[in-house]
C-alpha cells in the first residue's frame, strides 16, 4: 500500500467526515462522520509508561480502530499529568458506536497488542460520552492529514507539536448543559477569537445506554466541553478568563500537547 493509500483527509458538509484516501474499491466505508459521538477519554497511566503507550498507540491503534467505521480525533500528552492519556474518538451514532468497538476489541489487532497497552495502565475508565453543543458545534476536521506511522517512529518525546489544547470541563447542574452552551457560545467564544485562540469544539453530555458496557462510560454527568485550540503555551497563558454561572458545580482544566500524530491541535 502506498503512502497516499494511507493518508487520511478530512471534509465538512453538515458534520466533519472522514475520507480515506484508499482505492474505493478496496474500502467502501470511505465516508465516516467524525463527532456526532464523542468519547473523552482520560487514562492513568502506570509512572514512566506514558511514551510506551503512545507509541504503541500512535503505531497500531490509529488505522485499525478507524478501518471499523469510528474516527481517532486526537491524542495527547496531559501537561500538567506525567503520568495520563488523553484521547478522543468519535462515531457516526450509538448503533454504529456499538458495531466499530465489537469489531475492533474481537479484532486481530487488538488482541495482538492489548496485553501490552494494558501493561502501560491503571485505569481507563474515566470516559465521558459527548454530542455537539449546537448545530456546527462538532470538530472541524477539514483537510487534516496525519503523518504516516513510519514517519514518527524515530520522533523521540522531546520533538513534539508546540501547538496546546485546552479542554475545559464545567460540571453543571442537571438540565443546564444547553443554556451554559448558549452563554458561553455568545459571552466567551468571541474573546476567544479576540485573543487569538480557536474552539475546536464544544460538547455536552450525552445521556444515551452504553452499547458497548465491556467499556465503561461515567454515568450521571451533565457536563459542557469546550475544546480550544492555542498556538503554544504562551498563548494559552496569555488568554485566560472565567466564565460564572448559578448552574456551574466546578470546572476542570486538561491542558494538552498533541502526539505527531493527533489530527487535532496540528
Known sequence: MTKQ????VYKQDD????????????NETSLRLASPIVELRQYTLKPGQRETLIALFDREFIESQ?????????????????????WLRGFQDMERRKDALTAFYGGPVWAEHRDAANATMIDSDNVLLL???????GFDLSGQ??????????VNKQSVLPSIVEISIHHLHPGTEAAFAD??????AP???????????????????????RLPVRVGENVFIAVTGFEDEAAQARCQFELTSPDLIGTE??????????????
Open 5 to 8: 493509500d494511507n493518508r487520511f
Open 15 to 26: 458534520h466533519p467526515v472522514l475520507e480515506s484516501t484508499m482505492n474505493p474499491a478496496r
Open 66 to 86: 478507524e478501518a471499523t467505521g469510528m474516527t481517532i480525533i486526537g491524542q495527547f500528552r496531559d501537561l500538567d499529568r506525567p503520568d495520563m492519556f488523553v
Open 131 to 137: 454530542k455537539p453543543a449546537w448545530r456546527g458545534a
Open 145 to 154: 492529514s496525519r503523518p504516516m506511522a513510519s514517519d514518527t517512529e524515530k
Open 183 to 188: 452563554r458561553l457560545r455568545a459571552e466567551a
Open 191 to 213: 474573546q476567544l477569537a479576540a485573543n487569538g485562540a480557536r474552539l475546536l469544539g464544544a460538547f455536552i453530555s450525552k445521556h444515551a445506554e452504553n452499547t458497548f458496557p
Open 253 to 266: 482544566i486538561l491542558r494538552l500537547s498533541p502526539t505527531s500524530r493527533s489530527l487535532l491541535g496540528r
